[in-house]
């Protein structure tokens, strides 16, 4: 068994004691694995975040752009950015707010339904984000450099398994 980072020994300790007073109430193994998940994500998104904090950017703002910057034409609704990210439309729409705010994004008219309302990639947010793939792309390349192929795929693997059976 791999030995814990510092950063996680008191999750570890904590769940250890919670099982030494209440014996048999959980496994330790699915607990252990739902914090370390948890414990993960956070140091993820706070080294990428670090990585685009030069750029007056974060982890959400960036991945609402890349999902504009992937679509055929360029074009979202405000809700299909909260489903893309997966949090409220209130959310969703904080983030369009500070996309058009720098000038990456625009907001025009539908034109199928005036009643509601496209955000557009503006060129200069083209430019930034093209700029900006080579930076995410060579964060994550450190990031994962000390996993082997096979152990990439089978993390992968596990992971979609876990999103599958969570009803994602």
Not at 108 to 113: N, T, V
Not at 127 to 147: C, G, K, N, Y
Request: glycine letters at 4%; hydrophobic letters at 35%.
């Amino acid at each position: 068994m791999l030995r814990m980072n510092s950063s996680f020994q008191q999750v570890e300790q904590a769940i250890d004691a919670v099982g030494q007073r209440m014996p048999g109430t959980s496994s330790r193994q699915e607990v252990l694995l739902n914090r370390l998940i948890c414990h993960v994500t956070t140091r993820m998104t706070c080294h990428l975040n670090e990585t685009l904090r030069p750029y007056g950017l974060n982890d959400t703002l960036w991945i609402a752009l890349i999902t504009l910057y992937t679509r055929p034409d360029q074009t979202i609704n405000p809700s299909e950015i909260s489903d893309a990210l997966d949090f409220s439309r209130t959310n969703a729409t904080r983030v369009a707010d500070e996309l058009v705010k720098h000038g990456w994004v625009e907001r025009a008219l539908c034109a199928e339904d005036r009643r509601k309302v496209r955000l557009k990639l503006t060129a200069k947010g083209e430019t930034f984000v093209e700029s900006l793939i080579p930076v995410a792309r060579s964060h994550m390349q450190t990031q994962w450099q000390d996993f082997s192929p096979d152990e990439k795929n089978q993390l992968e693997a596990l992971m979609r398994k876990l999103l599958t059976s969570l009803g994602g």
